[in-house]
């Protein structure tokens, strides 16, 4: 059953009277708000009160007039408590959301406004229920819930809008009170207090039969319209009392403010005029001043620029005024020191001076001195900064030009300037140096204090008349010291002329080449003579056999060259070091030279080659060559009792050539060719003996030169592709005449000489430094080889091929990696190939074979010893090498059976080589007999024309294939 509600009816004139009271208590609150933002720190919070009490009683006021307009069917009171506690609510209320607006310990503006608009909003909404329930109706009022909530949206939106219009009003510096946004504010104030109360009313139902349950106690409808009455006209009357004076009150300040402000603008007026005229002053001050004047603000811009600055840099006063000190006129190398230098700038700093240089206009640097004042603002920060700089470019000009002229004086040749008749007037340190006299010591004295007696007057008078001439003169002179030597200087003397052409003074500069000129002697001597023996060199040798070749071309006269080398010099050399050999070569000379007449020429060509020339011996060439022969053995005796070299007693031999000329055809070219020749000869001969030179020696000679010049030839033929070398394989054979490894040979199919024996072209290539490229071919090809055999090796019982390899190949420092190298791009297994060397290899000093064995065989590569007990057979390299194979010479394997002491040989070594774990080859096995002997004493492998030959590649595979076991 629905439920019965009292009809609501509101008094016109009432709800007019409640609107008016909540739009006059709201403009009063906004005032004394107001009044607090205006700068009224003292009176603050007593403002603050007063607009709480306008703000709050007068909500309550139109609140209780509302509902004094509000006409219900039964009568109705107001119990006091509740009301009087529902004004306490509206003006606390107040108070908090103003003190909210105008506090500072929010962090922003919108905060304040949002806490401000909930403590408003939430403060009417409960001063209002409380108000309402202060009627203690029975049955106890009901609300609409919709209106209830539109009652409190229209609370807290109207407070927040009309709290923002208070906000933006008190943010205005001019104090009007009646101001648009002041009005506007309280009338939104006022609506939205009105707005919710209404809205409030509207959400409340009475109950048809409901009554008020303090009737008799409460606070009737006619004494509250006086309390409400009195309250206002009160509060009002006191408002706008309290107004008027502080309004009153504000003028007289805003009088005496006016009138302050008068004097102060005439007092600043004045000091303008005065500020202004000395501004002008300072000005053209500024301008006229010599100086550089640049005003820059702590920012670097430049904002003063005077005419001297300007004159200076090229730029004018528009060109650079705004900018920054570094963007036109400082260099660019010196931009960040500048700017690093700006920022060095301290607040107690008041001046500090510096140097640098400026861009001008034109491109040119200058150089200026600044020194730069700081003017500080009332608060001590750095306002401006005068930089007053002086333009020193010519002056550091002059500086080093002074310090150059300085130092040119101060150089290691002597000066001395003299007047115009040749009295001293100074000297540097150098002539003190050199001279041993000090500058007190010479001035005023003439520069023949200096004068050695070498000289005569005559060359002194050309001298001066060169001067007088030419204005200078240079030349060798010799002058005598302090302390008496005379010694020899390079001497400048030059006129210094007045603007009239007229002597003023002479420089005179010079230098003790006592040195050079002994430099020179020693040049010249060492042009001719050999430096550390001192015998004549190659070339005053052979100006001597000239000479005597031209002398004795008609007569006939036999002459005779002796070419000498000493035999092992090098390891003597190696073994003791080059020092003792240059010493030991110095005795051998002295040796030579006592042992010859002084008409022999002994000369050193070099290293350990001497050369001598017999130059007149007899007529025929039997007794001539009997005289050369004769000495040529005393020496060669001689030599036998050793020579003394520091503590060391030294045996030493030599190899001759001898070749001996009529001087009628032969040059000096030839008649050397043939000495060394003759000496090659001597030396191939075993050493220490000599060879005279003959014709068939010549033929030998040549042939071998001819063959070497087609080996070089042919060799740097090889990456052409049109090598006429080639390799051929000797197979090795175990007992059961099964194919274990071959041999690579190279050989030599030449066009001018057919096919050459290896053991021609092989020595020939080594004595010409050609084997490495040689060997390095063989190395190449039996790679190639392999790689397209390579498939045999896993059907045969071939297991490797051996390569030999020389001491020159041993002895390069990249053998090892060039090795690894080819290798690599043949793909091929470093186990696959055995290398091969002699004995005679360990004999070279510049090797170290366990340094490089031990290396290779970390690679994998494996190594054979062939020629075993044909060299010095040191055993100790069988024991500290990683040898796999020893190979038995083949002079060894041609004394069997026969030759007792060859099969003791071979069966000592297979005995040894089996204990030492050793592979054991046989070479030149050429017989049946030899055969059977090896196999039976054990040796591993044989190799030999009795089994093959040396055989081509394709032969080689011919035969692989045969020993291999396909499936």
């Known amino acids: 059953m629905p439920i019965l509600t009292l009809d609501k009816e509101y008094d016109v004139y009432l709800v007019l009277g409640s609107l008016l009271i909540s739009f006059l208590t709201s403009f009063l609150a906004i005032a004394f708000a107001s009044f607090i933002v205006w700068h009224k720190k003292n009176t603050s919070n007593w403002w603050l009160m007063g607009a709480s009490v306008n703000m709050g009683l007068g909500v309550w006021a139109m609140h209780f007039v509302g ?88 609370a807290y939106s109207a407070s927040y809008i009309g709290l923002s219009l208070f906000i933006k009003a008190s943010n205005k510096i001019s104090h009007h009170l009646f101001s648009k946004e002041n009005l506007v504010s309280s009338l939104v104030i006022g609506l939205a207090v009105s707005g919710m109360h209404y809205s409030g009313m509207a959400a409340a139902q009475f109950n048809y039969n409901s009554y008020c349950t303090v009737l008799e106690q409460g606070v009737g409808a006619g004494s509250l319209s006086i309390m409400v009455v009195i309250a206002i006209v009160v509060m009002l009357l006191v408002s706008f009392l309290l107004i008027a004076y502080e309004q009153y009150a504000e003028a007289q300040e805003n009088e005496q403010n006016r009138l302050m402000l008068q004097m102060v603008t005439m007092e600043v007026e004045k000091r303008a005029n005065e500020l202004q005229q000395q501004t002008s002053m300072n000005q053209r001050l500024l301008e006229t001043m010599d100086a550089i004047v640049v005003v820059l603000n702590p920012h670097g811009v430049i904002e003063q620029f005077n005419l001297a600055a300007q004159k200076i840099t090229g730029y004018d006063f528009k060109e650079v005024v705004g900018s920054k000190l570094w963007d036109k006129l400082i260099p660019e190398a010196d931009i960040e020191k500048s700017k690093l230098a700006f920022k060095g700038f301290t607040l107690d700093e008041q001046s500090n001076k510096h140097q640098n240089q400026l861009l001008t206009k034109q491109g040119s640097l200058v150089a200026i001195d600044w020194h730069n004042s700081i003017l500080h603002d009332k608060h001590g920060n750095i306002e401006f900064i005068i930089a007053t700089g002086i333009d020193i470019t010519q002056r550091l000009k002059d500086q080093e030009a002074l310090r150059l002229s300085s130092v040119a004086f101060e150089t290691q040749e002597a000066v001395v300037v003299t007047d115009n008749q040749g009295v001293i007037l100074r000297i540097n340190k150098a002539f003190q140096a050199i001279t041993g006299y000090s500058e007190s010591e010479v001035v005023g004295l003439r520069m023949s204090v200096l004068k050695s007696g070498k000289h005569s007057d005559v060359f002194y008078k050309k001298l001066w008349k060169t001067v007088a001439e030419n204005g200078c003169w240079q030349g060798e002179i010799w002058n005598r010291k302090k302390n008496g030597d005379i010694f020899p200087e390079w001497l400048r003397i030059t006129q210094v002329l007045d603007n009239n052409q007229n002597v003023t003074n002479y420089i005179g500069s010079f230098s003790d080449i006592t040195q050079r000129k002994k430099i020179e002697d020693e040049l010249q001597f060492l042009a001719f003579y050999d430096a550390i023996t001192e015998l004549p060199n190659r070339r005053l040798f052979n100006d001597r056999l000239e000479q005597n070749l031209q002398c004795h071309k008609k007569e ?45 020429t002994v000369s050193r060509f070099g290293g350990d080659e001497f050369v001598m020339l017999f130059p007149e011996l007899a007529d025929k060439i039997e007794a001539a060559i009997f005289q050369v022969e004769n000495i040529v053995k005393l020496l060669l005796e001689e030599l036998t009792k050793g020579l003394a070299v520091d503590e060391h007693h030294v045996h030493v031999s030599c190899s001759i050539g001898i070749a001996v000329s009529d001087s009628s055809n032969d040059s000096v070219s030839s008649l050397l060719m043939q000495a060394d020749s003759a000496m090659y000869q001597a030396k191939s001969m075993g050493k220490n003996t000599f060879r005279f030179y003959t014709d068939s020696l010549g033929e030998s000679m040549a042939e071998r030169f001819k063959m070497e010049v087609a080996l070089r030839h042919d060799l740097y033929q090889v990456d052409s592709g049109e090598s006429p070398f080639f390799v051929v394989y000797q197979p090795q054979y175990n007992r059961d005449m099964q194919m274990i490894g071959a041999e690579a040979l190279v050989r030599w199919n030449s066009k001018e000489f057919g096919l050459v024996s290896p053991f021609y072209f092989i020595t020939i290539a080594e004595e010409s430094e050609l084997i490495d490229k040689l060997g390095m071919f063989v190395v190449e090809q039996v790679l190639n080889d392999i790689n397209h055999m390579d498939a045999l090796f896993s059907y045969s019982t071939l297991k490797h091929i051996s390569i030999n390899l020389s001491i ?159 499936d």
């Open 67 to 154: 509902m004094l307009a509000l006409h219900l069917d039964v009568p109705f009171a107001f119990e006091p408590i509740r009301t009087i506690i529902s004004a306490l609510i509206a003006v606390l209320a107040s108070y908090g959301a103003f003190w909210v607006l105008l506090s500072e310990d929010f962090n922003t503006k919108k905060q304040r406004q949002l806490y401000g608009t909930f403590v408003l909003g939430s403060g009417v909404a409960a001063m209002h229920y409380l108000g309402m329930d202060a009627m203690q109706m029975f049955p106890k009022i009901q609300y609409d819930t919709a209106l209830l909530l539109l009652s409190l949206i229209i």
């Open 556 to 600: 006939h006269h036999h002459l005779a060259v002796v070419f000498i080398d000493l035999d092992n010099f090098k390891q003597i050399n190696d073994t003791f070091g080059h020092a003792f050999g240059d010493k030991l070569l110095v005795q051998f000379s002295q040796l030579i030279k006592n042992m010859m007449s002084d008409s022999v």
């Open 808 to 966: 020159k190949q041993l002895t390069n420092p990249n053998l090892t990696s060039r090795l690894l190298s080819l290798f690599q791009e043949n793909k091929v297994a470093p186990n696959k190939v055995r290398f091969e060397f002699t004995e005679s290899a360990f004999l070279d000093n510049a090797l170290d074979p366990k340094a490089l064995f031990a290396e290779m065989s970390e690679i994998g590569f494996t190594f054979a010893l062939d020629d075993f007990g044909t060299g010095f057979s040191s055993l100790s390299y069988l024991k500290d090498l990683p040898i796999s194979e020893l190979k038995i010479d083949k002079s060894f394997v041609d004394g069997i059976p026969a030759d007792e002491s060859d099969m003791t040989i071979c069966s000592a070594t297979i005995s040894m080589a089996k204990k030492l774990g050793l592979e054991l080859v046989a070479e030149g096995v050429e017989t049946q007999e030899q055969f059977d002997w090896l196999v039976s004493h054990d040796c591993d492998l044989l190799q030999g024309y009795l089994m093959s030959k040396p055989i081509s590649y394709e032969e080689f595979i011919a035969v692989l294939k045969e020993n291999s076991f396909y």
